[in-house]
């Protein structure tokens, strides 16, 4: 059994681990916040984004941009895979992980070519270890007021679809539900998916210039949003999947220290009664 020493210093450092989780608990709380309120100020631009997309497709068909052109046959995929660049946070990172996997596999068998595009520090580390084509690292995860290399990123996928690069290219990131659920979820990035419910609106319109030549112009700033929305959704989904698990933590860190602590009452109860025992028969062989 454990001396009353032993036990003390491992409930001791039980508590100053304790007051770690509370604190990066605390923390994520704060960035979850934060990062919900970039989510919703993106959300009513990505709407209107589509609306006018769509206003545009009912005017000049699907077939006006090539990037609504399918591929007969897929020969390259790009795909940009989303992670956090930290731990502590769950299976965060492993159903991602695991989500991509399945989904390279799948795609492999049907004798398409898959290169990752890694954004997030668990990513490059997964991808370069399990020996997966790397596109390029792209290094940190993007934080939601520091997204400038966005832009270059999306123009860079439009250029390798348009001359023939990629057939297809996919988003793969945990998608923010709510504060407990984040789903890994694979978005099918280009080519675009024309919208299916198409209504001709009946009011007239002017456009300059023409409706094709901003569709073509609109469509790229498109997938310029959809990968802001997927890096700002999987941010917040990681912080809220580590205020979780920091919560967790820290319960599981009292729960043990009560469990310690009822430990150390009954080791020094046992120790108070061994002295009184000793001190019983010191006296009763005295007599």
């Given at each position: 059994?454990?001396?009353?020493?032993?036990?003390?210093?491992?409930?001791?450092?039980?508590?100053?681990?304790?007051?770690?989780?509370r604190a990066?608990?605390?923390?994520?709380?704060?960035?979850?916040?934060?990062?919900?309120?970039?989510?919703?100020?993106?959300?009513?631009?990505?709407?209107?984004?589509?609306?006018?997309?769509?206003?545009?497709?009912?005017?000049?068909?699907?077939?006006?941009?090539?990037?609504?052109?399918?591929?007969?046959?897929?020969?390259?995929?790009?795909?940009?895979?989303?992670?956090?660049?930290?731990?502590?946070?769950?299976?965060?990172?492993?159903?991602?992980?695991?989500?991509?996997?399945?989904?390279?596999?799948?795609?492999?068998?049907?004798?398409?070519?898959?290169?990752?595009?890694?954004?997030?520090?668990?990513?490059?580390?997964?991808?370069?270890?399990?020996?997966?084509?790397?596109?390029?690292?792209?290094g940190?995860?993007?934080?939601?007021?520091?997204?400038?290399?966005?832009?270059?990123?999306?123009?860079?996928?439009?250029?390798?679809?348009?001359?023939?690069?990629?057939?297809?290219?996919?988003?793969?990131?945990?998608?923010?539900?709510?504060?407990?659920?984040?789903?890994?979820k694979?978005?099918?990035?280009?080519?675009?998916?024309?919208?299916?419910?198409?209504?001709?609106?009946?009011?007239?319109?002017?456009?300059?210039?023409?409706?094709?030549?901003?569709?073509?112009?609109?469509?790229?700033?498109?997938?310029?949003?959809?990968?802001?929305?997927?890096?700002?959704?999987?941010?917040?989904?990681?912080?809220?999947?580590?205020?979780?698990?920091?919560?967790?933590?820290?319960?599981?860190a009292?729960?043990?220290?009560?469990?310690?602590?009822?430990?150390?009452?009954?080791?020094?109860?046992?120790?108070?009664?061994?002295?009184?025992?000793e001190?019983?028969?010191?006296?009763?062989a005295?007599?």
């Open positions: 059994m454990p001396s009353l020493k032993d036990i003390r210093k491992r409930i001791s450092s039980v508590k100053n681990t304790q007051k770690i989780t990066l608990k605390l923390v994520s709380a704060a960035k979850l916040s934060r990062s919900q309120r970039e989510m919703s100020r993106l959300k009513p631009y990505a709407e209107k984004q589509e609306a006018l997309i769509r206003d545009l497709v009912a005017e000049v068909g699907g077939e006006a941009s090539p990037l609504f052109q399918t591929r007969l046959e897929v020969k390259e995929i790009a795909v940009l895979l989303i992670t956090s660049d930290r731990g502590m946070c769950g299976g965060f990172n492993s159903s991602i992980l695991k989500h991509f996997r399945k989904f390279v596999d799948e795609k492999t068998k049907t004798g398409a070519k898959v290169k990752t595009w890694a954004l997030g520090k668990r990513a490059n580390q997964f991808v370069t270890k399990q020996g997966y084509e790397l596109g390029e690292n792209l940190e995860v993007l934080r939601a007021d520091l997204m400038s290399d966005v832009a270059d990123l999306a123009s860079q996928f439009t250029e390798q679809f348009l001359n023939g690069g990629f057939d297809e290219v996919y988003i793969i990131s945990n998608r923010f539900i709510n504060a407990i659920t984040q789903n890994p694979t978005h099918s990035l280009l080519p675009i998916t024309p919208p299916q419910e198409v209504e001709v609106s009946t009011t007239e319109r002017i456009y300059e210039p023409d409706q094709e030549t901003l569709l073509n112009f609109i469509l790229p700033r498109a997938l310029d949003t959809q990968i802001r929305q997927a890096i700002l959704e999987s941010v917040t989904g990681e912080h809220a999947a580590r205020m979780n698990a920091m919560n967790n933590a820290t319960d599981n009292s729960d043990m220290i009560n469990t310690l602590t009822l430990d150390l009452n009954r080791a020094r109860q046992a120790a108070i009664t061994a002295e009184l025992m001190i019983i028969s010191g006296a009763e005295l007599k």
